[in-house]
């Protein structure tokens, strides 16, 4: 325990040591954590609803279960928001996240799988939960690097073939489930997936197995169906409520794994670097498959040697299925595409899977490595056992190989920078009067998956002040576009005309027709006040506004403010 938690504030010292500082790599995802964190507790505070809310896009809601809500991480942890912020909450989330995954997995593998194998468990358990994939995704994705709730959906899995113990067995695994519905669906797909491979592999190998298949099956229908009865509604909403959406963009299911990565290292390994990382994966976020060379061959070499255990043999095949999934729709090798077409191709259009980003397919291949290093110590200490006048010479080839694989993969403290502190006009409430009536807080720029400060800021105010637009996942409405994801709401002229001015620094030609635009947009979001913070193009940002609607901006609290209710009406 000691070991993990050392692990785990390793990972997020910077964090920890800096309380101004922030996600380098990934801000705008860390925002919108922050986001959720506070709806959590306003969920508890407030009674609000919590499958959505319309504190961000105003006048529309956003369907917080189709996006990363966390409901039961932010719902529990609402003391912690209320009394230290959603910074220091997300940054618990995320170092207890990690930390509790160890201590999850050891538990498994130390009672479970292999019970008594103290050493060998630990060795699996502290890959599963610090492999190179889950400290990339530590970059602001606390719900993927959280994943104490799979080896209890495992554990759970493996007790259903107790004789005379299916319906205690059933709702006890329904429970988890559900606890991990709520957390990230993604990984409860993939878990799923997982174990219905292992399992069907050990009733083939095993036959003495077969003789429990009925309290099993039992047991299995009982979880499903209370867990079906516990999701049904969430899902419903998720899938058919206001703010669905029919799979993610196209752009995000071209996210795929390139066959070169699973033999190089991460950034955030010790053996690796971001140069050598660049363009082998979407962004520093989603290094899903970076195990180097040494552990590829170790993995390999394990399973050749523990052949002919059956659940070996299950977790392999599993592992290559994953693998090959994780390749997308075209297998790309070194930065470049093959034209081979890969598997996900004929997959990717099928319900429930078009919202899958593909490359997560290899993330799942950690605690598959994980299993197989804790199967191979405790192989080691078995013959170490049975020779021992070999003991000394079997375990300096085992220490020897296992550094030589698993040091270069040794994780290194995430990247931070310094965040803007949150404007005094935000935290002093000096927005309230402008908002009477159910108006909204419209922000230069407008929120989006680049500029996600206007999240931190609401977050901030316990989500009391609702912003225009935002950074989520929402349905694209525009016609021929079929209510596919969209990161955002559909572009909207002024939300495109401030775009344009954030990339470029350069203010577009301004016409009656664009200040009839902007009026109507102003509208439409039920604006009362348009805010522009520090930017680092704040001036053509304040330029463009002014040009566009004839008010000059005062300066209160650390931003700039332009009073748009005689315009909105």
Known sequence: MASFAAFGFWVTARM?????????????????????????????????????????????????????????????????????????????????????????????????????AR??????????????????????????????????????????????????????????????????????????????????????????????????????GVAAVVSAVLLAYPLYVQFYGPGAYHGLPWLIRGYSTDLASFFAYSRESLAGDARSATGLAKNPTEENSFFGWPLVILVVALVWWLRRNAVVIGLAVLGLLFAVLSLGREVRFDRRGTGVPGPWALLED????????????????????????????????????RYPD???????????????????????????????????????????????GGRSVVTLP?????????????????????????????????????RVALFSAPPRPTSSFFGTIRRTGEVPPITERTHREAVEDLRYWRAGVVVLGPHEHADALRTGMTELTGIEPEHVGGVWVWDVRPLTG
């Open 446 to 482: 407008l929120p989006d998956t680049e500029y996600a400060e206007p999240l931190r800021w609401s977050a901030d105010t316990g989500l009391e002040m609702p912003i225009a637009r935002g950074y989520f996942l929402g349905p694209d409405n525009r016609p021929g576009r079929h």
């Open 16 to 116: 920890w040591l800096n309380p101004q500082d922030g996600i380098r790599d990934n801000p705008t995802d860390m925002a919108q954590f922050q986001w959720m964190m506070a709806h959590g507790a306003r969920v508890v505070t407030e009674l609000a609803y919590p499958f959505t809310s319309d504190r961000m896009n105003v006048p529309e809601s956003v369907n917080l279960m189709a996006n990363t809500s966390v409901l039961s991480v932010s719902l529990p942890m609402t003391p912690i928001t209320l009394l230290f912020g959603t910074r220091a909450a997300f940054l618990l989330f995320l170092t207890l996240g990690m930390i509790a995954t160890a201590t999850a997995w050891y538990f498994l593998l130390s009672r479970v799988v292999l019970p008594g």
């Open 390 to 436: 070999r003991r000394s010479q079997i375990r300096f080839a085992t220490v020897t190989g296992l550094a030589m694989a698993l040091v270069p993969v040794l994780p290194t403290p995430l990247p931070t920078k310094r965040l803007e502190p949150t404007p005094g006009f935000v935290t002093s409430g000096a927005w309230r009067p402008y908002l009477a």
């Open 350 to 385: 099928l319900p429930i899977l078009h919202s899958v980003v593909p490359t997560r397919w290899a993330l799942a291949i950690t605690p598959i490595i994980g299993l197989l290093l804790a199967y191979g110590a405790e192989k080691v200490r078995e013959l170490a056992a």
């Open 119 to 220: 050493g060998p468990a630990w060795l699996g358990a502290t890959f599963c939960a610090y492999a190179p994939a889950m400290v990339s995704h530590a970059n602001a994705h606390p719900n993927i690097v959280s994943q104490y709730v799979v080896p209890l959906i495992i554990w759970r899995t493996l007790r259903l073939a107790e004789p005379g113990r299916w319906l205690r067995n059933g709702l006890l695994l329904a429970l988890v489930i559900v606890w991990q519905a709520f957390l990230n669906l993604e990984i409860l797909l993939m878990t799923a997936i997982g174990l219905g491979v292992v399992i069907v592999a050990m009733a083939l190998a095993r036959p003495g197995l077969r003789a429990r298949i009925r309290p099993f099956s039992a047991g299995l």
